[in-house]
């Protein structure tokens, strides 16, 4: 089963307590604090849109792509048709090539960014993370190179090493629950230090409160983690020069205490 099919259903419930409009003001401060007149904006793995809609209200002319169709269709509805999406994986992406495809979810998106390049390029919520293999780490930034104007910033967040060595990835159980569903989400980690991996299995079970239905699916998530120094080596040997990297949100010094680390760099010319 893909990564996000069945879980871009219940994905926002999932979330429906994460603050986007906090996470967005965030990242988007941190990038024009580097480039005040920044704008235009690629969101990778936008996934639901739920960061988009609030990057376009501090003015980024965004536009979101993401390798999940299921997620991207949660996007159009959370964002009303307003904003542009394109069903596309960063590795591969190409749009200078082929500015307009089948798999553009917003017909407008390409006219908003004609040239293809952008003034910054994000991936928020762990989607560093998500490029597990070193040939996916490199696709994934040769591709933001390609689509970055001169001086161009790029955010990234991820698992940091340290982190995850000392607290140990754990079982989990999560639910939540709105007027129409009920969801129990069990996340069973496989730790493979010798890959800095994770492999996360979630087991789904939704209770349809209507019919009185349950749904049970599986869904394997593979996380790579970081360290600092590793962070900065590859993003200096892609041509990027780290700008700041820290705790996200509240901007600690990275430590094993800080899972969920930042980076902001510069493309360099
Ligand atoms: C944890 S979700 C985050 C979604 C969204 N950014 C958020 O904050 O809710 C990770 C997302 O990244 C997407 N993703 C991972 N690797 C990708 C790639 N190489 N290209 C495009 N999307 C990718 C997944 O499909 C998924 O929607």
Same mark, same amino acid.
């Not at 793995?45 to 792509?65: D, K, M, P």
């Given at each position: 089963m893909t990564v996000f099919e069945h879980y871009a259903q219940v994905y926002?419930?999932?979330?429906?307590?994460?603050?986007?409009?906090?996470?967005?003001?965030?990242?988007?401060?941190?990038?024009?604090?580097?480039?005040?007149? @920044?704008?235009?904006?690629?969101?990778?793995?936008?996934?639901?849109?739920?960061? /988009?809609?609030? *990057?376009? =209200?501090?003015?980024?002319?965004?536009?979101?792509i993401d390798q999940s169709a299921d997620m991207l269709k949660a996007a159009l509805k959370n964002t009303n048709g307003n904003l542009s999406f394109i069903? @596309?994986?960063?590795?591969?992406?190409?749009?200078?090539?082929?500015?307009?495809? /089948?798999?553009? *979810?917003? =017909?407008?998106?390409?006219?908003?960014h004609p040239q293809a390049k952008f003034d910054a390029i994000a991936a928020p919520f762990h989607v560093f993370s998500y490029q597990v293999s070193n040939v996916a780490i490199l696709e994934f930034l040769k591709s933001a190179t390609l689509h970055m104007r001169p001086n161009g910033l790029l955010y990234i967040d991820f698992w940091l090493?340290?982190?995850?060595?000392?607290?140990?990835?754990e079982k989990r159980v999560l639910e939540v629950e709105n007027k129409d569903l009920k969801v129990r989400r069990h996340a069973t980690p496989i730790h493979e230090p010798a890959h800095n991996r994770v492999r996360v299995c979630y087991d789904f079970e939704i209770f349809d409160k209507n019919s009185q239905s349950v749904r049970r699916f599986s869904e394997e998530h593979p996380m790579r983690y970081f360290s600092v120094p590793e962070i900065e080596l590859i993003l200096k040997l892609n041509g990027f020069a780290l700008l700041e990297v820290a705790e996200f949100m509240s901007q600690k010094t990275p430590s094993?205490?800080?899972w969920n680390v930042y980076a902001v760099a510069r493309l360099q010319s």
């Amino acid at each position: 089963m893909t990564v996000f099919e069945h879980y871009a259903q219940v994905y926002d419930l999932i979330y429906a307590v994460k603050d986007y409009k906090a996470e967005a003001f965030f990242i988007s401060h941190r990038l024009r604090f580097y480039r005040e007149d @920044a704008q235009s904006l690629l969101e990778v793995g936008c996934g639901s849109g739920r960061h /988009s809609r609030y *990057f376009e =209200e501090q003015n980024w002319q965004v536009l979101g792509i993401d390798q999940s169709a299921d997620m991207l269709k949660a996007a159009l509805k959370n964002t009303n048709g307003n904003l542009s999406f394109i069903h @596309a994986d960063m590795r591969t992406l190409n749009l200078r090539q082929n500015p307009i495809g /089948s798999n553009v *979810f917003n =017909e407008s998106a390409t006219s908003l960014h004609p040239q293809a390049k952008f003034d910054a390029i994000a991936a928020p919520f762990h989607v560093f993370s998500y490029q597990v293999s070193n040939v996916a780490i490199l696709e994934f930034l040769k591709s933001a190179t390609l689509h970055m104007r001169p001086n161009g910033l790029l955010y990234i967040d991820f698992w940091l090493a340290e982190a995850v060595l000392a607290q140990k990835p754990e079982k989990r159980v999560l639910e939540v629950e709105n007027k129409d569903l009920k969801v129990r989400r069990h996340a069973t980690p496989i730790h493979e230090p010798a890959h800095n991996r994770v492999r996360v299995c979630y087991d789904f079970e939704i209770f349809d409160k209507n019919s009185q239905s349950v749904r049970r699916f599986s869904e394997e998530h593979p996380m790579r983690y970081f360290s600092v120094p590793e962070i900065e080596l590859i993003l200096k040997l892609n041509g990027f020069a780290l700008l700041e990297v820290a705790e996200f949100m509240s901007q600690k010094t990275p430590s094993e205490n800080t899972w969920n680390v930042y980076a902001v760099a510069r493309l360099q010319s």
